[in-house]
């Protein structure tokens, strides 16, 4: 017995040396969490970008349907917020009575210049837009913002007609105007 005796007197003395051999672990030491502060802004904007800027006339006197040259795509894109309702799309000229002039004080008024926009009836600008003159205006479009739409784009497809029926007696000249496209969400 005394065999068995030291045995056990050396396996544990083995034990406690295979104990002591064992990597000795660490206690778990963590820092106080640190935060960032993130602030990312996207801002509200509304802008039109014109596919031309000149649509020339050759007039007929008298007539009623002189054509423009070209026909003009305004593009409106929006980033809006959550409390904008619609985006509506103004053409105006600063004055009802010259919207186009030959310099000489003859004038062909907005209420005888007249846009079809996207295909639609022919209208005369003789509306009080938000921009412009009195009664030198025309809202060509009006989109509604909902919740799938707060940035958005759309195309306006604008085509001109001047009315010289009303201006029997027009002189001959060259008439320049600017007409103004502008957007606005409201």
Same mark, same amino acid.
Do not use: C, E, W
């Given at each position: 017995m005394?065999?068995?005796s030291?045995?056990?007197q050396v396996i544990t003395v083995l034990g406690v040396m295979g104990a002591l051999t064992l990597p000795?672990?660490?206690?778990?030491?963590?820092?106080?969490?640190?935060?960032? @502060?993130?602030?990312?802004?996207?801002?509200?904007?509304?802008?039109? @970008?014109l596919s031309?800027?000149?649509v020339n006339f050759s007039l007929t006197a008298?007539?009623?349907?002189?054509?423009?040259s070209t026909s003009i795509t305004a593009t409106t894109t929006w980033t809006l917020k959550p409390s904008v309702g619609s985006v509506?799309?103004?053409?105006?000229?600063?004055?009802?009575a010259s919207a186009l002039n030959d310099g000489a004080s003859n004038n062909i008024p907005s209420a005888d210049f007249q846009i079809s926009n996207n295909g639609g009836a022919f209208n005369a600008l003789t509306? @009080?837009?938000?921009?412009?003159?009195?009664?030198?205006?025309?809202?060509?479009?009006?989109?509604?913002i909902l919740g799938n739409n707060k940035t958005g784009t759309r195309n306006?497809?604008?085509?001109?007609?001047?009315?010289?029926?009303?201006?029997?007696?027009?002189?001959?000249?060259a008439y320049t105007g600017t007409l103004t496209i502008q957007a606005q969400a409201i």
């Open positions: 005394k065999l068995y030291k045995l056990g000795i672990r660490a206690q778990v030491l963590n820092s106080a969490a640190s935060t960032i @502060t993130l602030n990312a802004v996207l801002n509200q904007s509304v802008s039109v @970008t031309a800027n000149a008298g007539s009623a349907n002189n054509p423009g509506k799309l103004y053409a105006f000229f600063a004055n009802s509306n @009080t837009a938000p921009f412009g003159g009195a009664n030198a205006g025309l809202q060509l479009s009006s989109t509604p306006d497809v604008m085509n001109f007609i001047i009315n010289l029926a009303p201006l029997p007696n027009l002189p001959a000249g």
